[in-house]
């Protein structure tokens, strides 16, 4: 069974400042990692993802994230947090790259991020 | 043009009653799916259809029927309504190549 944990269902962060929103994974083959971002109401985007190329993925808005083996993590960053960032941001796992088939996306219970002046 | 809609968005209904939630998308998808989103915003996949087979069905009770009469469309039919079932229900899409699921906006059900 796959899972991930997304540590912190809160953050806040000062306009500017580091945004770090913390993910770790549990997969016994290979996992493929996304983070997704929900606006209020609204669905869910995608904001990137690792599908075992590079380590270091950028995705869209000036998030990137890192798949860290070693750490089973896969952290999502942004250098400078801007209003517009605050959302409910996902991290999700699935068996393989696609989603057609019978392959799944789970997601992890959401991070709140907060961004103030 | 909306890629996934979802028709309605909001749902207001006594417990007991029979309802029904539509999705539609236009982005040529062959797969499409039903989420759950409950009020501490857990996602959960409920059912997943590729080109009009049902594929995955996840420990849904068996009071919610979907149903895919074409590829672009996937509908979501619940009976007997109970309390518990209030939450945001997501259709989504993917393409065969992609892991990107593309979701509607949702349609927020509330059970009295």
């Known amino acids: 069974a796959q899972s991930v944990t997304q540590l912190g269902s809160h953050v806040s962060v000062s306009e500017g400042a580091l945004v770090l929103l913390r993910c770790n994974y549990s997969?016994?083959?290979?996992?493929?990692l996304f983070w997704y971002v929900q606006y209020p109401n609204q669905g869910l985007q995608l904001l990137l993802k690792?599908?075992?190329?590079?380590?270091l993925v950028k995705g869209i808005n000036g998030f990137e994230a890192e798949f860290k083996k070693s750490e089973t993590s896969f952290h999502l960053t942004k250098p400078s947090a801007h209003m517009s960032d605050a959302a409910e941001y996902f991290c999700?796992?699935?068996?393989?790259?696609?989603?057609?088939?019978?392959?799944?996306?789970?997601f992890g219970t959401g991070t709140q991020l907060k961004v103030e002046l | 043009d909306t890629a996934v809609s979802q028709t309605p968005k909001y749902l207001v209904t006594q417990m007991g009653n029979d309802k029904s939630i539509k999705c539609e998308q236009n982005?040529?998808?062959?797969?499409m799916y039903w989420y759950k989103q409950d009020s501490k915003k857990f996602l959960k996949i409920m059912f997943s259809?590729?080109?009009?087979?049902?594929?995955i069905n996840e420990t849904v009770p068996n009071r919610f029927s979907p149903k895919s009469p074409d590829k672009a469309h996937l509908n979501l039919h619940i009976n007997s309504l109970e309390l518990g079932d209030s939450a945001v229900y997501f259709c989504?899409?993917?393409?065969?190549?992609?892991?990107?699921?593309?979701f509607g906006e949702g349609s927020r059900l509330t059970v009295l």
């Open positions: 997969s016994s083959v290979p996992p493929y």
């Open positions: 999700a796992v699935s068996r393989t790259g696609l989603t057609g088939g019978g392959n799944k996306l789970t």
């Open positions: 259809y590729n080109n009009k087979e049902l594929i």
């Open positions: 982005l040529g998808h062959d797969t």
């Open positions: 690792y599908t075992s190329a590079a380590t």
């Open positions: 989504a899409s993917s393409p065969k190549t992609s892991g990107e699921l593309f």
